[in-house]
């Protein structure tokens, strides 16, 4: 029998672009939501221009679908409406009358221009809960200004402790604001329906993203709230623990994560035995305050050995450690092949497209993937016709207005 879907029973209304929405929509999606991208007619989500590269066809053809569209769309239908138009804003509003959760990322205010704020559509249903995504919340000085995922790490404190700590503030390398941003959304919109079904009411979530960064700061936030001390870019090593680093190795460098002194015990068994006695390393505390010391010590020994032996005497000894994979190396790594992180689906255009699997394993109702990234409005007219009972000369008539 296929599973049902956790969220089965919950239709999302995402008016969301590029990647902070899309991303919890798509989280919504893979956990069995009916989820409706709206999108405007002719453009659609931006980042359906954000390539290349592109997905190829069977021919082996880039073909127009992005491959950062698809990062963020699967288990979605697409229908193009305008809500500029009086008559766009009532299809969105019959719409939002039938739906649980809508999400959207515009500007603040810009939907209340159209009739499609929160307060507006609560009056129409007031269990719809509305996800409002912005760079700095609904409210304060800094509510009206756009807001970009590199802006926000940069503004947010993670900048400062990303990157060597002679070299330039860096970013990391993947929109980290926006995916956890999308992820805040998600767990907020899943508690919002849990107190919906004791309270019956829906809600507003405002979240933004400057806040997410913030809390996202985790443990480099405490140490500076609690000794009142900046922290530094200290490149790939932790402000927290010794030894906990990229090191050097005869052909390259590999992760060494020592996270107990046990641990460190083990690796000095490996790799110096004189170490285990010496009182500057003999405790975390105590290797963090000698870690200029010790670090190059490390660095000295592990340029001895390759990766691999590296990694096979430490793996057995218990010693956490691990490679630096590139991307093709992440994907065919056999633990990545095992969970299955690789998946395919067939796309109406694309032929089949490779996308990265979801991370959730449920025993009783896991993600499923129903639906590959749709085509621009590729469901508008049979969406209307079954949520809203429109018929086909309704259908042409907003064609030829540019409606949907």
């Known amino acids: 029998m296929r599973p049902v879907g956790a969220l089965s029973h919950v239709r999302v209304l995402d008016l969301s672009r590029v990647l902070a929405g899309p991303w919890a929509t798509q989280l919504l999606g893979d956990l069995g939501a009916e989820v409706i991208k709206i999108e405007r007619p002719g453009r659609g989500d931006d980042t359906r221009s954000y390539g290349p590269p592109w997905a190829k066809d069977e021919a082996g053809e880039d073909t127009d679908v992005s491959a950062y569209y698809l990062c963020a769309n699967r288990n979605k239908e697409s229908i193009t409406v305008d809500f500029t138009r009086a008559e766009g804003q009532a299809l969105l509003r019959e719409l939002a009358a039938q739906s649980d959760v809508l999400v959207e990322n515009f500007k603040v205010g810009t939907l209340a221009r159209y009739g499609l704020d929160y307060e507006t559509l609560a009056a129409i249903n007031p269990r719809l809960i509305y996800c409002s995504i912005t760079g700095f919340g609904q409210d304060g000085p800094y509510a009206e200004r ?80 609690s000794s009142g001390r900046a922290p530094a870019r200290v490149g790939n090593a932790h402000p927290n623990i010794v030894p906990y680093d990229a090191c050097p190795t005869a052909d390259g460098h ?46 000295d020994v592990t340029r001895t050995r390759t990766t691999a032996e590296w990694i096979a005497a430490l793996e057995a000894a218990g010693v956490p450690c691990g490679p630096i994979n590139t991307i093709p190396q992440v994907f065919d790594d056999p633990q990545v092949r095992h969970r299955g992180m690789r998946i395919e689906m067939a796309h109406p255009s694309a032929g089949k497209v490779a996308l990265v699997g979801s991370p959730i394993r449920m025993s009783k109702t896991p993600p499923t993937y129903r639906r590959a990234p749709p085509n621009l409005g590729s469901d508008t007219r049979d969406l209307l016709a079954r949520l809203l009972g429109k018929e086909r000369p309704q259908l042409d008539a907003l064609h030829e207005q540019g409606v949907i």
């Open 254 to 299: 590999m992760i060494l994560a020592i996270g107990n002194d046990a641990q460190f015990a083990r690796f000095c068994i490996e790799a110096r035995t004189d170490w285990l006695g010496d009182a500057r390393f003999g405790s975390n505390a105590a290797r963090v305050r000698h870690r200029d010391v010790l670090v190059p010590l490390i660095h």
């Open 146 to 225: 756009s807001g970009y995922d590199f802006l926000i790490q940069g503004m947010g404190g993670l900048m400062s402790i990303t990157g060597a700590p002679d070299g330039t503030p860096t970013k990391v390398g993947v929109a980290l604001a926006d995916v956890m941003t999308g992820l805040y959304a998600s767990n907020a919109i899943l508690a919002a329906l849990a107190w919906r079904e004791r309270s019956g009411e829906g809600q507003h979530i405002d979240l933004g993203m400057l806040d997410v960064q913030v809390a996202a700061l985790a443990n480099q936030a405490l140490n500076y709230l």
